[in-house]
T-cell receptor, first 115, second 114 residues
Framework: EPEVTQTPSHQVTQMGQEVILRCVPI?????FYWYRQILGQKVEFLVS????????KSEIFDDQFSVERPDGSNFTLKIRSTKLEDSAMYFC?????????????FGPGTRLTVL | AQKVTQAQTEISVVEKEDVTLDCVYE???????LFWYKQPPSGELVFLIR??????QNEISGRYSWNFQKSTSSFNFTITASQVVDSAVYFC???????????FGTGTRLQVFP
């Protein structure tokens, strides 16, 4: 199973601050995803990113969110002005496999706490 | 619209019992994909299985087995002879052919007591 890593493991920030969550992908993989999980709730899709472009995004992914791959390696999720309700676990995922087997493998997550 | 329902919020069993986790899905697509993920107390999401809509074969992997029935739109997961290490939240998920976003159910928390 591919290993996706995320940093930091835990981020605490004040409401209104900007945060950047990082995902270190497996090399040569083009498909990236961000999901979030509010504590005790289900995992929700935020955005998919292919070939350096957003391919799909959910209603949650509003103007305060952005994604990019700034240096061709790390994949980042930026929240411009955090709100209390942004507190959640954020998971990065990468896709691996063929058309019939491709599967999203998740990183360990970053726990974001907004105070 | 696509939807995944896991009606069992929490299940508690004693070690060595068999347990089945239910998953019911809704989709208008004729081609879709179903998944199960495990989330242990450490919090990561661990892939367990993927099943394509055109492949209704059931699958067994060690103590794990999956029963896919299109007629009832269900993709149930059975753990045989459960162990304490099976304690986790289990999520069922769906994706459709024209998108690769995963739609997750609300999860079932399984507690296995020694």
């Amino acid at each position: 199973e591919p290993e996706v890593t995320q940093t930091p493991s835990h981020q605490v920030t004040q409401m209104g601050q900007e945060v950047i969550l990082r995902c270190v992908p497996i090399s040569n993989h083009l498909y990236f995803y961000w999901y979030r999980q509010i504590l005790g709730q289900k995992v929700e899709f935020l955005v998919s990113f292919y070939n350096n472009e957003i391919s799909e995004k959910s209603e949650i992914f509003d103007d305060q969110f952005s994604v990019e791959r700034p240096d061709g390696s790390n994949f980042t999720l930026k929240i411009r002005s955090t709100k209390l309700e942004d507190s959640a676990m954020y998971f990065c995922a990468q896709r691996k496999g063929t058309l019939l087997t491709d599967t999203q493998y998740f990183g360990p997550g970053t726990r974001l706490t907004v105070l | 619209a696509q939807k995944v329902t896991q009606a069992q919020t929490e299940i508690s069993v004693v070690e060595k019992e068999d347990v089945t986790l239910d998953c019911v899905y809704e989709t208008r697509d004729t081609t879709y994909y179903l998944f199960w993920y495990k989330q242990p107390p450490s919090g990561e999401l661990v892939f367990l299985i993927r099943r394509n809509s055109f492949d209704e074969q059931n699958e067994i992997s060690g103590r794990y087995s999956w029963n896919f029935q299109k007629s009832t739109s269900s993709f149930n997961f059975t753990i045989t002879a459960s162990q304490v290490v099976d304690s986790a939240v289990y999520f069922c998920a769906l994706s459709e052919a024209n998108t690769d976003k995963l739609i997750f159910g609300t999860g079932t928390r399984l507690q296995v007591f020694p």
